[in-house]
């Protein structure tokens, strides 16, 4: 345990350090003035020095720099005179003949190439003729450079009649580039009157001037001379560059480059310069303009090597100076040893007291605090005046805790030890802080208790590590129970009760409620269950999961973003307004919202109470969401256990469903699996029909395939039906069935493919068609029956016809020409004087004739004679004529192509039959205009008849409702084995076809 410092020892301290000072610091201060004096002297030597050695090296390099300038101008001269010397007068004369007349001349040609040819040597690569005009080239010697600058320069000597410099440059299209400088001068006549020419001498300048650059006078690691001048906003570097590792020729550097040498040069004029050259090193330099250019010769030396011999000796001055000091230095410093090993023993001691982890204080017999650390001070939030001789403990105690001590203290100050004891002490701004409290007494030589020496140690984090621990023992506690309660079987509604119930009660929060997200336009969540102490808080609150105020607290923000939502304070947490005076007089100081997640989203949240702030530890947060996700899991089972049972009792009800539907189906259904190579295998699955018709059991027929059931001579075309209802998926065939007993079954069969399991299935019903058969084969005789009956009437009426149209015409007619034979005699016997007479025997004349005309006519539609007598073509054409007089709004048109066949008996009776019932048909029903008719022969020796009309059209059955005039055609047609057609188009008309075969005879002009 540690003590407080003895106030002797702290005042002995004291003293020596004083004695310390007052000792040394006469000494000290001469010699802190001695070493700035003897420092301010070197410095002004050394900037002194520097300075001239400075104004040394801008005279030297002013002088490079001049010399250099010199040597460019002489060499540019050199080679202004060199023009000078090709321009004579009889290069001038030459060009002049070759330009008027002579430019076929070979001598000429000769003559100019050779005067131009004596100025080329290693330096000059081309001498050329241009023209003034356009810059284009007239002669050369050498390899001429063409360009649009060379061009330009060439106009411009010739327009301003002056010698012009082209400057350096590099062709960019050639990799291995070549410098070039280019000098133009007009060349003209010897009066000089006509500009004949520009000459253009073409330059390396590689060759003398570049070298006359890098020679330096002197040895030098980093000095060199540059040529430069500018280009836009750039600077660019003619000649080589000493420093640069590629050795390229030309650098071009932006003139906004920070600190650059050539930049200063061209823009401030300067001469002397201390900037960085192209490689941002810091160069001294002078810099001068060469006349007639726009070159600048540069001269320049990296400033580490112009002071390096001036840098060494200051060093070696400094070092010298700084190693006197270090030697005071030293022996000041052990001087001053053991005095500061004293001085450090005691800074330390006093920093573990006043800064030590815990608080110290000491207390009188009365409880004052007569000594207290920095660190208790900083934890109870006092001063040190406010405290010492001033503060009793008592007086930091919480009523509970001064009880305590006022029992403990007495027996402390007896037996001078206590330890462990827990305090809680009121800090100034009225906050609790639990401590833990060991102490010791003082006492003096005659074991009076002088004062205490006590440590106080802060327990807050453990009182609450404590509290977190049981929150966390209480969290897993309720996580078993809730467990334990998802495995009850409990329905959903019983299941939210129970866990609200245990977060109360086993959890040892206030209140716990669950809410269910609702789908109407407010999105209210709808508390489904509750417990604990809410005092109607849920009743009057309102909350929603829409992204509103009422949707932004911790429920609805939990179900909205599916993410638990912890609130550690409802005083502070302004997302809380609405209900924050509510959740106060609850109680409710924190809360945490758990939303219930399970594979469709999230189904629910469960919101839980405390009534103490940030009540909520992380670990207590992550075992409430194990909690929640365990009550989502246990929903989404009992969700998934009630869909079971329903999908469950749904399946057997279904099953017993199909089974009775499929055992009460009145036709045979048959399911077998289709092989691969198409043959059929066993049947798999048989109803209750197909063991009744077949008569076998079935498990009979489970152990069977369709080859037992059917008659051999059906087995060959059991792969071809395999076939046909693997490609079509669905069939109809009939098929003949073996039963039990061997009697054989007519069956109609409809297959379907299906897919069960991967595997090919065909699920057939099958159908006994015995009766259906027997009552086809009793329909179709019954239906000839009825033909033949039919045929038979239509004969008998035929002949009652003809024996009828015969009465009348042979006895009715005769007796009217009888009785008219007799009016006229009777007419002539009567005496002229009776004038009525005539009249009377007139009128009564013309009525025997229309009587005898109506029997007539009535006898040619019962039977006309003409189709006995003249054949069907006659009896036709008196139709349509008699047809056309009657109805003499309809146009008939007749075509009969029966040449001089006579066609009567059966064929021509029904021909004419029916061409006369389709004339009635058509005054009746058609209201048409126009008919066509066409009877004739066919190749196959069939007499066809065609009828069509353009009236309104009708269907057959608007026939059938009003007679039997179809039928009755259609009856005639097929009982001589014809055939029948009726075609109609509302609004287009009727067409009537009708094929009638002829025995060969008729064909061939036979009468039948």
């Known amino acids: 345990m540690a003590t407080s410092i003895p106030p002797d020892f702290r005042q002995s301290a004291h003293r020596n350090l004083a004695g310390f000072d007052d000792g040394w610091r006469p000494l000290i201060i001469p010699l802190y003035l001695l070493a700035v004096a003897i420092t301010g002297i070197c410095f002004y030597a050394y900037s002194t020095a520097r300075t001239a050695m400075t104004q040394s090296i801008a005279a030297d390099l002013e002088a490079i720099a001049g010399l250099k300038r010199v040597q460019v101008e002489h060499w540019l001269a050199h080679k202004h005179q060199n023009l000078d010397l090709i321009s004579n007068a009889q290069l001038s004369i030459d060009l002049q003949q070759w330009l008027t007349g002579g430019a076929d001349n070979p001598l000429l040609k000769r003559r100019l190439l050779a005067q131009l040819g004596a100025a080329l040597d290693d330096e000059t690569r081309s001498v050329s003729l241009l023209s003034p005009d356009d810059g284009r080239l007239l002669l050369t010697a050498g390899e001429h450079r063409d360009s649009s600058a060379i061009r330009e320069q060439t106009l411009r000597s010739a327009r301003?009649?002056?010698?012009?410099?082209?400057?350096?440059?590099?062709?960019?299209?050639?990799?291995?580039?070549?410098?070039?400088?280019?000098?133009?001068?007009?060349?003209?006549?010897?009066?000089?009157?006509?500009?004949?020419?520009v000459i253009h001498l073409n330059v390396d300048p590689s060759q003398e001037l570049f070298p006359l650059l890098r020679d330096w006078p002197g040895a030098s690691r980093t000095a060199e001379t540059q040529l430069l001048r500018r280009e836009g906003d750039d600077v660019l570097f003619l000649n080589?560059?000493?420093?640069?590792?590629?050795?390229?020729?030309q650098v071009r550097l932006p003139l906004a480059t920070t600190n650059l040498l050539a930049a200063k040069l061209l823009s401030d004029d300067e001469h002397f310069l201390n900037a960085d050259d192209y490689r941002g090193t810091a160069v001294m330099a002078y810099g001068l303009p060469v006349a007639g250019t726009a070159w600048f010769i540069v001269t320049k030396i990296?400033?580490?090597?112009?002071y390096e011999r001036f840098d060494m000796v200051a060093t070696i001055t400094a070092g010298l100076f700084g190693a006197l000091l270090l030697v005071c230095s030293w022996w000041l410093l052990a001087r001053r040893r053991s005095e500061m090993a004293q001085q450090a023993n005691f800074a330390e001691i006093e920093d573990l007291y006043q800064n030590a982890p815990c608080g110290y204080h000491s207390l009188d017999r009365?409880?004052?605090?007569?000594?207290?650390?920095?660190?208790?001070?900083?934890?109870?939030?006092?001063?040190?005046?406010?405290?010492?001789?001033?503060?009793s403990f008592q007086e930091l105690l919480t009523p509970a805790s001064?009880?305590?001590?006022l029992r403990q203290f007495p027996r402390f100050m007896e037996t001078g030890e206590v330890r462990d004891l827990e305090f809680d002490l009121i800090r100034k701004d009225g906050t609790h802080m639990p401590v833990l409290v060991n102490s010791i007494a003082i006492k003096d030589g005659k074991g009076n208790y002088v004062m205490s020496r006590s440590t106080v140690v802060d327990i807050t984090q453990h009182k609450l590590a404590e509290q977190a621990q049981k929150r966390l023992e209480r969290a897993l506690g309720l996580i078993e129970e809730c467990n334990m309660a998802l495995l009850q079987n409990l329905d959903e509604l019983a299941l939210f009760d129970t866990i609200c119930r245990l977060v109360v009660d086993k959890g040892g929060y206030r209140m716990a409620w669950v809410g269910i997200p609702g789908s109407d336009a407010d999105k209210t969540v709808h508390v489904v269950s509750r417990h604990g102490d809410e005092s109607g808080y849920l009743d009057q609150a309102r909350f929603s999961w829409a992204d509103t105020p009422l949707g932004r607290g911790p429920s609805g923000t939990a179900i909205r973003l599916a993410k638990a939502q912890v609130n550690q304070d409802f005083l502070g947490n302004p997302t809380l307004a609405p209900w924050r005076e509510a959740a106060i007089r609850c109680g409710y100081q924190a809360s945490i919202a758990l939303p219930l997640i399970g594979q469709d989203g999230v189904s629910g949240m469960l919101a839980i109470y405390s009534a103490e702030p940030n009540a909520f530890g992380e670990d207590e947060v992550e075992l409430l969401k194990e909690l929640a996700d365990n009550l989502a899991f246990g929903i989404h089972s009992l969700r998934l256990g009630c869909a079971h049972n329903r999908l469950k009792n749904s399946l057997s009800m279904t099953r017993n469903h199909l089974e009775g539907l499929f055992n009460s189906i009145r036709d045979a259904i048959l399911i077998l699996p289709l092989r691969a190579d198409?043959?059929?295998?066993?049947?798999?699955?048989?109803?209750d029909e197909a063991?009744?018709?077949?008569?076998?059991?079935?498990?009979?027929?489970?152990?069977?395939?369709?080859?037992?059931?059917?008659?051999?001579?059906?087995?060959?075309?059991m792969p071809m039906l395999s076939e046909r209802v693997r490609q079509e998926r669905s069939i109809i065939f009939e098929r003949v069935h073996l039963a039990k007993d061997g009697r054989r079954i007519p069956v109609e069969i409809s297959a379907s493919v299906f897919k069960q399991n991967g595997e090919t299935m065909v699920v057939s019903l099958v159908r006994d068609i015995t009766e259906r058969k027997l009552a086809s084969q009793q329909l179709i005789d019954s239906a000839n029956e009825l033909h033949r009956l039919s045929a038979n009437l239509e004969s008998v009426r035929e002949e009652e016809r003809t024996h009828l149209a015969r009465e009348l015409h042979d006895e009715l007619g005769q007796m009217l020409t009888a009785l008219k034979m007799d009016l006229a005699l009777l007419g002539k016997a009567i005496p002229a004087r009776i004038k009525e007479a005539p009249p009377i025997l007139g009128n009564m004349s013309a009525m025997i004739d229309e009587i005898l005309g109506a029997v007539r006519r009535i006898a040619a539609d019962l039977r006309p004679m003409m189709l006995d007598e003249l054949g069907l073509k006659a009896a036709l054409e008196w139709l349509a004529e008699d047809f056309t007089k009657r109805y003499q709004h309809i146009k008939c048109n007749l075509v009969i192509a029966l040449e001089d066949h006579l066609i009567n008996g059966k064929a021509g009776i029904a021909a004419y039959r029916i061409v006369q019932e389709c004339l009635t048909n058509i005054v009746r029903h058609a209201q048409a205009d126009k008919v066509h008719i066409a009877v004739g022969i066919d190749q196959q020796h069939r007499l066809f008849i065609t009828v069509h009309d353009n009236g309104r059209g009708a269907q057959e059955q608007d026939f059938r409702k009003n007679g039997f005039g179809l039928v009755g055609m259609r009856e005639r047609v097929h009982a001589l084995g014809g055939?029948?057609?009726?075609?109609?188009?509302?609004?287009?008309?009727?067409s009537i076809d009708v094929t009638i075969p002829l025995p060969r005879y008729a064909a061939e002009g036979k009468t039948q």
Do not use: W
């Not at 080589?240 to 020729?249: L, M, N, Y």
């Not at 001064?402 to 001590?405: D, E």
């Open 402 to 405: 001064l009880q305590q001590f």
């Open 678 to 687: 198409g043959s059929p295998g066993n049947f798999v699955e048989v109803n």
């Open 691 to 717: 063991c009744r018709y077949l008569g076998y059991q079935r498990a009979e027929l489970l152990a069977m395939s369709p080859l037992d059931l059917e008659p051999p001579e059906f087995h060959a075309s």
């Open 240 to 249: 080589a560059q000493r420093q640069r590792g590629d050795a390229t020729r």
């Open 979 to 990: 055939q029948f057609s009726f075609e109609s188009t509302p609004g287009k008309g009727c």
């Open 160 to 197: 301003q009649g002056i010698s012009v410099i082209e400057d350096i440059s590099m062709p960019a299209e050639n990799n291995d580039p070549v410098m070039a400088i280019g000098f133009f001068k007009p060349v003209h006549s010897t009066d000089g009157g006509q500009l004949l020419a």
């Open 366 to 391: 009365n409880g004052v605090i007569v000594r207290i650390n920095d660190t208790e001070l900083g934890m109870l939030g006092y001063s040190r005046t406010e405290v010492l001789g001033r503060m």
């Open 302 to 306: 990296d400033r580490a090597e112009a």
